[in-house]
């Protein structure tokens, strides 16, 4: 009888740890669709505007942008979103921020005439950090214990040589499209000041340029909350 208690209860436990376990692999599933569907969310509005813009050569542009790992790779090292797909999502948000600033300090005639340099230069800015020459610009942090780091999952790839992100994006952009004078000097010094490297910027600061700035710079510290006052590499 005892023997029998026993196996019952042994049963019961089974059952509930199965159950347990059963709602966790669900709410894994869960969150994990719910990811994917907003990163290809993310990825949806950044090909659709960047494809209105009619830009000729833009749909090689985003066929390389998908061959070079623009849509998985990570925006910062150990930053703000420091993560996979954290460039897509950080460019949805600067492209949503830009157009939000342009329209409310040029109004929408004046915006409407640099709409599409807005949408190519917020979408394409960081566009260096995939890399180059068949080589991520960001790789696993992996400490000596042979763990990966947490508080910095990624780092700048010790292969690639250290040119400047913005330098690489206009770069690998123009493999391309063209850009216009505005839009590749937008990009280039989207960092502003905060950037050692850019005090040319100061005094020749174009509407496009500054909104491209306060995007970038309101979407990494205010919406993906970041506090890093350097480089944002």
């Known amino acids: 009888m005892a023997a029998k208690k026993k196996a019952n209860a042994a049963v019961e436990n089974t059952a509930e740890v199965t159950q347990e376990t059963t709602e966790q692999v669900q709410d894994t599933v869960e969150q994990m669709t719910e990811d994917n569907k907003k990163e290809l969310d993310n990825k949806k509005f950044v090909v659709d505007h960047l494809l209105s813009t009619k830009r000729e050569g833009m749909e090689d542009l ?3 942008m998908e061959q070079i790992g623009f849509f998985e790779a990570p925006c910062s090292g150990g930053n703000h979103l420091a993560c996979q797909f954290g460039l897509v999502h950080h460019s949805r948000n600067v492209m949503m921020a830009a157009e939000n600033i342009g329209y409310a300090l040029l109004g929408k005639v004046k915006y409407e005439e640099i709409r599409d340099s807005v949408i190519i230069a917020a ?3 960081d566009l260096g950090k995939c890399g180059d020459f068949g080589k991520q610009m960001y790789v696993p942090n992996i400490l000596k214990s042979g763990k990966a780091s947490e508080a910095k999952p990624f780092k700048r790839n010790p292969a690639l040589l250290p040119l400047d992100h913005a330098t690489r994006s206009i770069k690998l952009a123009t493999l ?4 216009t004078e505005d839009e590749e000097f937008a990009i280039r010094y989207h960092d502003g000041l905060y950037e ?3 005090y040319a910027v100061k005094g020749n600061e174009t509407p496009l340029y500054l909104i491209l ?4 710079l309101w979407s990494s510290r205010v919406t993906e909350g970041s506090t890093d006052e350097g480089s944002e590499e």
């Open 213 to 216: 700035h306060y995007a970038d």
């Open 196 to 198: 050692s490297a850019n």
């Open 123 to 125: 979408a394409l800015h």
């Open 176 to 179: 391309f499209i063209d850009l």
């Open 62 to 64: 985003i066929d390389y």
